[in-house]
T-cell receptor, first 117, second 109 residues
Framework: GAVVSQHPSWVICKSGTSVKIECRSLDFQATTMFWYRQFPKQSLMLMATSNEGSKATYEQGVEKDKFLINHASLTLSTLTVTSAHPEDSSFYIC?????????????FGEGSRLTVL | DAKTTQPPSMDCAEGRAANLPCNHSTISGNEYVYWYRQIHSQGPQYIIHGLKNNETNEMASLIITEDRKSSTLILPHATLRDTAVYYCIVSNSGYALNFGKGTSLLVTP
């Protein structure tokens, strides 16, 4: 199946710093990618929809100035957590759907675990 | 999106079939039924999806009732590596998927 890759897989940072997470579709093009967040023992929560060449669409309650999303190409979307604080510690997961092929399923990255000290 | 109801947890003996139910009584005509699973600390893995007809692939079978108000995911010969949280999601094709709490499946030796 299609492959979505995230980097880094885990990161530890100090409070107040910014962290960038990359999401790449390795063997297909994706005009739309989705970013999720998952806290321990909870389900995935959709944060935002990343659209290639345009602004991201954020879910209610997600601060767009804190979670910057850039979708510069059909194979790359980035999520930057700005001025991270301990409460931002979470498992961040991206997903993408093949534009031209496939049968509608979303493919997910391996996830990026962020720990803010 | 229509909501789904799944049992919070299930057990299955290794080698036996695991049948995971899902209720989606408010599903609309153009919504698909998707199944994903998540093994601890990994991203969700796609299993199977369908619209009306039953579907089968190398991982599992999906049985959708005629009225489409419920479905069952069947893992024909469960192994220990199938221990995971299984999510049943209904959604229009092309949209984001909204995850519920899923069913935590424990496969025991």
């Amino acid at each position: 199946g299609a492959v979505v890759s995230q980097h880094p897989s885990w990161v530890i940072c100090k409070s107040g710093t910014s962290v960038k997470i990359e999401c790449r579709s390795l063997d297909f093009q994706a005009t739309t990618m989705f970013w999720y967040r998952q806290f321990p023992k909870q389900s995935l929560m959709l944060m935002a929809t990343s659209n290639e060449g345009s602004k991201a669409t954020y879910e209610q309650g997600v601060e767009k100035d804190k979670f910057l999303i850039n979708h510069a190409s059909l194979t790359l979307s980035t999520l930057t957590v700005t001025s991270a604080h301990p409460e931002d510690s979470s498992f961040y997961i991206c997903s993408a759907r093949d534009v031209e092929g496939g049968t509608g399923e979303l493919f997910f990255g391996e996830g990026s675990r962020l720990t803010v000290l | 999106d229509a909501k789904t109801t799944q049992p919070p947890s299930m057990d299955c003996a290794e080698g036996r079939a695991a049948n995971l139910p899902c209720n989606h009584s408010t599903i609309s005509g153009n919504e698909y039924v998707y199944w994903y699973r998540q093994i601890h600390s990994q991203g969700p893995q796609y299993i199977i999806h369908g619209l009306k007809n039953n579907e089968t692939n190398e991982m599992a079978s999906l049985i959708i009732t005629e009225d489409r108000k419920s479905s069952t995911l069947i893992l024909p010969h469960a192994t220990l590596r199938d221990t995971a949280v299984y999510y049943c999601i209904v959604s229009n094709s092309g949209y984001a998927l909204n995850f519920g709490k899923g069913t935590s499946l424990l496969v025991t030796p």
